[in-house]
Nanobody
Framework: VQLQAFGGGSVQAGGSLRLSCAAS????????MGWFRQAPGKEREFVAT?????????DYADSVKGRFTISRDNAKNMVYLQMNSLKPEDTAVYYC?????????????????????WGQGTQVTVSS
C-alpha cells in the first residue's frame, strides 16, 4: 500500500483544517491507521489512531483530545484527521501511517515503530 497525505496549510489559532490520507494498493479498512506529527527539532509524536474492521475504535494523544477527530471512508479508501481549535503548538508536519503487518497485535498503536508504511507528510502551520 502507498499513502499520500494532503490538506495541510496555514491557519490562525482557533481555526480548522482537515487532513486527508489517500491509499492505493490495499483496502485501508483492513489495517490500523495512525496520524503522527513532527515539529522542527522534535521527535515524531503520536496524534491519533483508528482500528481496522467494523469497530473503528479511535484513540488520541492527550494534547489533541477533544479537538481532533480521526475517521475513515472505506468506500473512498481514505482516512481523515479533522483538526479544530488549532493552536500554535499544533504546528508540525503531519504524517499518516498504516500498520500493514499487523504489528499492533503486539505493540502500542501510539508507537511510531508499529507502523511500517508512511505517507510523505503535509505541513500544518498555526499562527497566533
Amino acid at each position: 500500500v502507498q499513502l499520500q497525505a494532503f490538506g495541510g496549510g496555514s491557519v490562525q489559532a482557533g481555526g480548522s483544517l482537515r487532513l486527508s490520507c489517500a491509499a492505493s494498493g490495499r483496502a485501508l479498512s483492513s489495517v490500523v491507521m495512525g496520524w503522527f506529527r513532527q515539529a522542527p527539532g522534535k521527535e515524531r509524536e503520536f496524534v491519533a489512531t483508528i482500528t481496522r474492521g467494523a469497530s473503528n475504535t479511535d484513540d488520541y494523544a492527550d494534547s489533541v483530545k477533544g479537538r481532533f477527530t480521526i475517521s475513515r471512508d472505506n468506500a473512498k479508501n481514505m482516512v481523515y484527521l479533522q483538526m479544530n481549535s488549532l493552536k500554535p503548538e499544533d504546528t508540525a508536519v503531519y504524517y499518516c501511517a498504516a500498520d500493514s503487518k499487523y504489528s499492533s497485535r503486539y505493540y502500542s498503536t501510539e508507537r511510531a515503530a508499529t507502523y511500517d508504511i508512511w505517507g510523505q507528510g503535509t505541513q500544518v502551520t498555526v499562527s497566533s
